[in-house]
C-alpha cells in the first residue's frame, strides 16, 4: 500500500515547507520514489508546470526535492490573493473562478473531490507521498469543509506530526494549545510533534521537550535547529528575500507591491555576491544610489498601480529614470510601465482603465486566455539565449514593442524604450538561466559569480536534508507513513 504522511503546523510560516523538502531528499536518498502534496496553497508566488498549469512555488522546490518535474496534483487548489478579501481559486493548475473569503468558505467543500482526485494520482505513482498542512489545525473554526489540514488527513486516513516554530516563541503553547481546542478525534490523529527554528544550544529546551510530551501524549521526533542556509532556496515570501544578506556592488531595488506575485526572478539576484538586492518596503523612497529598479509581477495590476503612487514611487522612479537609472518591469510591471492598463471585463477587478507609469509607449488590454507555459527565448541586444516562463493574462502593444526585449521562436517578445533605459518583459525566471544571468551583469557593469543557480539550490537542499538527519528522527517519522 502507498505510504503517506502529514506535517502540519502550529501557525503560517513556521517551517512546514523546508520540512517537507528535507524529508521528501530523504525519502529519495533511501531510494523511494516520493512526491509531495499540499491540498490547498494560499500564495501570489506560483511555478509554471510541465502539464501547463500553475501550483505554489514551494511545491516545485519540493518536486525539485525528490527529483521529479513540478505537475498540477501536487497542489490541486491554489489561492491568489487579489484582494484582502479575495482570492482566484486555481483547481488542478487552472484558475476555476475569483471568490471573497465567505464565498470560498462555501465553494471549498465541493473541491475535496479534486483534492482527492490528484492525491490518489500521485499515490498510483509513487511509493511515499508527504504532504504539507496549510495554516494551522488549531483554527477549529474553519474546520467545517476543511480541505487543508484535519479535513484531509481524515478522508485520507493520514497519520499527522505536528511543527511548532520555537523562534517567534511561546512553543510550548504553540503544540500543548493546538490539542486543548482540537475535536478530541483529530488530536488522536496526530502521532508526534518536532520543535523547529532554534537558535542557540537545543539541550536548553530539554525541560521544555518533555514538558510537551508530559501534556499532549504524543510522541517528539526531535528539535531542529535554525537552518542558516534558508536563504539560498527559493523563496515563497517576499519577506524571505528581503531576509537575505546582502551582496556588495550592482544595486538592485525591487517594489514590494501590495500583489506582488512569481517574485522569485529575484532569488538569484539575491545570490551573487556583486549584487545588492533590495526589496524596498511600502513608506520606503527608492534610493537615490539604485542602478536598477525592478517592477515585479502583480496579481492586480491595476491595484498595485494605486498602490504605487500612494507609496510616491511613481514620483521616484521618475526621478530614478532622470538620474540615468535603469528599469525593468516583468509581467504585471511590464504593464504598469505603459501608457495605460484597461480591464474592460473586469477581470482583475472592477472594469475599468488607469493610466501607467508612461516608461513605456505601449498599451495593455486585460484578456484572453492566461498564458501558462515554459519558453526559450533570445535576449534582443545581448544575443543570448534563455530559458523562462510566462504566467499572465492580458496582451500589450505599442510603438515600443518595435523594440523587443528578447525573441521566442522568431517573434518579438517585450519592449524597450528608445534609450533602452526602460525595459519590459513577460518573461519570469530569466535570471535562474546561468548563461543570460552573467551576460546581463556584465553589462550592467557588474562581476557575476562562477556558481550556477541551480547547483547552489541542489546543494542547498542536501545540506538541508543533512541538517534533518543530524537534529530529526527522519527515520521514525518516514516509519510513521507505513
Not at 513540478?70 to 490573493?81: G, I, Q, S
Not at 482570492?87 to 464565498?103: C, E, I, M, S, Y
Not at 535554525?226 to 531595488?253: M, N, S, T, Y
Not at 525593468?328 to 510601465?337: A, K, P, R, S, T
Request: proline letters at 5%.
Amino acid at each position: 500500500m502507498t505510504r503517506a504522511l502529514m506535517i502540519q503546523g502550529t501557525g503560517s510560516n513556521v517551517g512546514k515547507s523546508m520540512l517537507v523538502a528535507g524529508l521528501c531528499r530523504a525519502a529519495l536518498r533511501r531510494g523511494l520514489s516520493v512526491a509531495p502534496f499540499k491540498p490547498q496553497n494560499m500564495s501570489n508566488n506560483a511555478a509554471v508546470t510541465a502539464d501547463g498549469g500553475e501550483i505554489g512555488r514551494a511545491q516545485a522546490l519540493q518536486a525539485l526535492a525528490c527529483g521529479l518535474a513540478a505537475h498540477t496534483d501536487m497542489n490541486p487548489v491554489l489561492l491568489k490573493p487579489e484582494t484582502d478579501v479575495g482570492a482566484q481559486v486555481v483547481v488542478q493548475g487552472r484558475r476555476l473562478t475569483t471568490a471573497k473569503a465567505r464565498d470560498y468558505a462555501r465553494l471549498k467543500p465541493t473541491l475535496m473531490g479534486a483534492v482527492q482526485q490528484s492525491f490518489e494520482r500521485l499515490k498510483s505513482r509513487h511509493d511515499l507521498v508527504i504532504v504539507e498542512g496549510a495554516g494551522s489545525p488549531a483554527e477549529v473554526n474553519l474546520r467545517k469543509g476543511d480541505i487543508a489540514n484535519m479535513g484531509f488527513a481524515e478522508a485520507a486516513g493520514l497519520p499527522v506530526v505536528l511543527c511548532g516554530d520555537i523562534d517567534r516563541g511561546g512553543v510550548i503553547a504553540q503544540i500543548v494549545g493546538t490539542q486543548a481546542v482540537m475535536p478530541a478525534e483529530d488530536a488522536a490523529r496526530i502521532k508526534g510533534f518536532l520543535i523547529n527554528k532554534f537558535r542557540g544550544d537545543p539541550s536548553l529546551f530539554d525541560d521544555g521537550y518533555a514538558l510537551i510530551a508530559q501534556h499532549t501524549g504524543w510522541r517528539g521526533y526531535g528539535v531542529a535547529p535554525w537552518f542558516a542556509e534558508a536563504w539560498k532556496l527559493p523563496a515563497e515570501d517576499a519577506l524571505d528575500i528581503a531576509a537575505a544578506p546582502r551582496g556588495q556592488g550592482l544595486h538592485v531595488v525591487c517594489l514590494r507591491l501590495s500583489r506582488i506575485a512569481n517574485f522569485d526572478d529575484l532569488d538569484p539576484l539575491s545570490q551573487e555576491p556583486g549584487v545588492r538586492v533590495t526589496m524596498l518596503p511600502p513608506g520606503q523612497p527608492i534610493p537615490a544610489d539604485a542602478d536598477l529598479v525592478i517592477l515585479p509581477g502583480s496579481k492586480s495590476t491595476r491595484g498595485d498601480l494605486a498602490f504605487l503612487r500612494a507609496q510616491g514611487w511613481d514620483i521616484d522612479l521618475l526621478a530614478h529614470y532622470r538620474r540615468g537609472g535603469r528599469v525593468l518591469g516583468i509581467c504585471g510591471g511590464y504593464q504598469m510601465l505603459g501608457q495605460v492598463v484597461a480591464d474592460p471585463d473586469g477581470i482583475e477587478g472592477p472594469a475599468g482603465e488607469t493610466p501607467g507609469l508612461g516608461l513605456l509607449d505601449i498599451r495593455t488590454v486585460m484578456g484572453g486566455d492566461k498564458s501558462l507555459r515554459e519558453v526559450s527565448a533570445r535576449h534582443a541586444r545581448l544575443e543570448q539565449a534563455f530559458s523562462g516562463y510566462e504566467i499572465h493574462i492580458g496582451q500589450s502593444d505599442g510603438p515600443d514593442r518595435a523594440r523587443p526585449f528578447a525573441q521566442i521562436d522568431g517573434r518579438p517578445e517585450g519592449a524597450v524604450s528608445a534609450d533602452g533605459r526602460v525595459a519590459g518583459s513577460y518573461l519570469h525566471g530569466m535570471f535562474a538561466d546561468d548563461g543570460f544571468r552573467a551576460a546581463w551583469l556584465a553589462e550592467m557593469g557588474a562581476v557575476p559569480s562562477e556558481q550556477g543557480y541551480a547547483a547552489t539550490v541542489e546543494a542547498t537542499l542536501d545540506a538541508l536534508t543533512d541538517h534533518l538527519e543530524a537534529h530529526l528522527d527522519v527515520a521514525g517519522l518516514l516509519a510513521l507513513a507505513g
